[in-house]
């Protein structure tokens, strides 16, 4: 499809282990973001590549949050040793020039991570 | 600290009139703002966006207003249908800075 793809779409897992979300941004886009989104808020930002540099992680909670986008296009975000605190949907953005130039972000369905 | 508000949590409205969604922001290095429609299980769609060098910008039956001065902006839906209904998200962003700012969103029901 031509919009942002995300994988899982749903992803159970149990306390202290790993997860790796991916996300496939339209193709082309030069800007790619991560945001959580808790139950009733609004999504809030963890991290931002253009290509395959990742200029800012200030969002990223805990050093258990690690992002790449080796390639400068596919994504994965992994979560190490999950917490219960770390269940929220995680949605992947992106935005086929820099975040300076003033253009909207398309996002994916993003992917609901539950952990038990 | 919430630098983008969305005060009113829910909003219903009958189908035909005008729905007003508002948006307060705290940051004043805010230069372009953008509004967001997300439907259950979707990720947010975009909807308008105004630069702060406009205050206002149509599309359609949509219009976004932004008051530079209050640190406000609102969205404008005219008439209203019944397939507005939907979370809408208004957003931030700083030419100096990387990331969006959201606001906790606003419920819009249209009634038929």
Known sequence: ?116 | DQQVKQNSPSLSVQEGRISILNCDYTNSMFDYFLWYKKYPAEGPTFLISISSIKDKNEDGRFTVFLNKSAKHLSLHIVPSQPGDSAVYFCAASANTGNQFYFGTGTSLTVIP
């Open chain 1, 1 to 116: 499809g031509a919009g942002v793809s995300q994988s899982p779409r749903y992803k159970v897992a149990k306390r202290g282990q790993d997860v790796a979300l991916r996300c496939d941004p339209i193709s082309g886009h030069v800007s790619l973001f991560w945001y959580q989104q808790a139950l009733g808020q609004g999504p809030e930002f963890l991290t931002y590549f253009q290509n395959e540099a990742q200029l800012d992680k200030s969002g990223l909670p805990s050093d258990r949050f690690f992002a790449e986008r080796p390639e400068g296009s596919v994504s994965t975000l992994k979560i190490q040793r999950t917490q219960q605190e770390d269940s929220a949907v995680y949605l992947c953005a992106s935005s086929f020039w820099s975040l300076y130039s003033n253009q909207p972000q398309h996002f994916g369905d993003g992917t609901r991570l539950s952990i038990l």
